[in-house]
């Protein structure tokens, strides 16, 4: 089974903090992907790394950085925190291909007071 | 016009019945398409693939494509409270995925 780990299921931050959301995948997956979720917006991808120190924007990647040093691991940083960052936060891997699906880790429900 | 359409819902239906969930998308040249279950404040988890047109069957799912006509839905056949859940379509196309905004399905004993 594929195993996707998220470092954190809950967090609490202040505002202005960097925060450091980590994902790790044990599958040797290819693709890493950070998504946000939230009511009545859907998954929303923030970035992407199609191989290791390889990372692509996604449709929102404004405030959010990523790191992928090594191919099990994927970071998201948030660099300044603000309350409008508050949200569900997926990680997601998969082999590249066509025809692979995306396998989420458990999530990270952050909070920004 | 969003890549990925779903109907948010909710569907209710009662137990035993056969629930059907529909996802539309923009893009003729999609490859893949897939289904996710995502329960309340849970990830969502991968229920089914399909990549050619036709009915795929898994248990009480199936799938169906139809290419020609960009669509792809989710059969559940004895609807059982357990399946009361949001179900996410997604399509990837061109080294991209997409997924719709979910379909909630409410199963009433």
């Known amino acids: 089974d594929v195993k996707v780990t998220q470092s954190s299921r809950y967090l609490v931050k202040r505002t202005g903090e960097k925060v450091f959301l980590e994902c790790v995948q044990d599958m040797d997956h290819e693709n890493m992907f950070w998504y946000r979720q939230d009511p009545g917006l859907g998954l929303r991808l923030i970035y992407f790394s199609y191989d290791v120190k390889m990372k692509e924007k996604g449709d929102i990647p404004e405030g959010y950085s990523v790191s992928r040093e090594k191919k099990e691991r994927f970071s998201l940083i948030l660099e300044s925190a603000s309350t409008n960052q508050t949200s569900m936060y997926l990680c997601?891997?998969?082999?590249?291909?066509?025809?692979?699906?995306?396998?989420f880790g458990d999530g990270t429900r952050l909070s920004i007071l | 016009q969003k890549e990925v359409e779903q109907n948010s819902g909710p569907l209710s239906v009662p137990e035993g019945a056969i629930a059907s969930l529909n996802c539309t998308y923009s893009?003729?040249?999609?490859?893949?398409f897939f289904w996710y279950r995502q329960y309340s404040g849970k990830s969502p988890e991968l229920i089914m693939s399909i990549y050619s047109n036709g009915d795929k069957e898994d248990g009480r799912f199936t799938a169906q494509l139809n290419k020609a006509s960009q669509y792809v839905s989710l059969l559940i056949r004895d609807s059982q409270p357990s399946d009361s859940a949001t179900y996410l379509c997604a399509v990837y196309n061109f080294n991209k995925f997409y997924f719709g905004s979910g379909t909630k399905l409410n199963v009433k004993p």
């Open positions: 997601a891997s998969s082999f590249g291909g066509w025809n692979q699906p995306q396998h």
């Open positions: 893009d003729r040249g999609s490859q893949s």
